[in-house]
């Protein structure tokens, strides 16, 4: 029975794909969400920190792109509100939801400024199978200030020398719909410098959510 129905589902997406025009790789590939650091909304045309040199943007994007995923990244202006964007972008992933695109191949990844939207996000979309990577977003004014009731899929990435972002365990203790939670301390020495570069220390973490 349970066959029969996937297949029959199956068949009405198909019906659907084709009824709508929509590229039919829009349901054999994983679909990621990147939401940069605040450095970038300071200095859009070349964003740079003087202990931690500049941020390669566009160097993490092509290394997402480069996995084969579909990548859906923007450059947020200056001052952007955080609760504000993440509606914007839970109506991007609800959007692919009513396509039929499954919640497991949504992933929503965030960097700073960009963990915390993350973290919006799905108290927004309230979907348990859409994926979340949040690195170093975390702290006890993010949590105090912001009230995140998490929900979903959850990857959180700290750095053990920044002593700014720490663990998320706080914030998800505090949520009601976090449905599983993985929580990664990495050591590269590097503060939180280590999110301005396409690292493999983080990289291939992102890459293990999106693709498990």
């Known amino acids: 029975m349970k066959c029969l129905l996937t297949i029959i ?12 025009g929509i590229d039919s790789t829009l349901y054999s590939t994983n679909h990621v969400f990147f939401l940069h650091n605040k450095v970038l909304e300071d200095m859009s045309d070349s964003a740079y920190n003087s202990d ?22 923007e ?16 109506k991007k992933v609800d959007s692919l939801l ?3 695109v499954a919640a497991e191949s949504i992933t929503v990844v965030g960097t700073g400024k960009g963990a915390l939207i ?17 690195l170093s977003g975390c702290n006890e ?5 912001f009230h995140i009731d998490m929900h979903g899929t959850f990857l959180s990435v700290h750095e053990k020398t920044d002593y700014v972002w720490v663990s998320c365990e706080e914030i998800k203790e505090a949520s009601k719909g976090v449905y599983r ?6 050591n590269t020495g ?23």
């Open 52 to 73: 931690y040199g500049a941020y390669e943007y566009s160097s993490i994007i092509n290394a997402l792109k480069g996995r084969g995923y579909t990548v859906y990244a």
């Open 75 to 90: 450059r947020r202006p200056y001052g952007t509100d955080a609760d504000h964007y993440s509606w914007l972008v839970a």
């Open 118 to 134: 993350t973290m919006l996000t799905s108290a927004h979309v309230r979907d348990k199978n859409v994926r979340y990577v949040v």
């Open 190 to 212: 590097l503060s939180n410098g280590y999110l301005y570069k396409p690292l493999d220390e983080w990289l291939s973490l992102v890459y293990q959510w999106v693709e498990m």
């Open 98 to 100: 009513k396509l039929g």
């Open 9 to 20: 589902s199956s068949l009405l997406i198909s019906i659907t794909v084709q009824a709508k």
């Open 181 to 186: 939670f993985k929580e990664v301390e990495l």
């Open 141 to 145: 004014l993010v949590a105090q200030y």
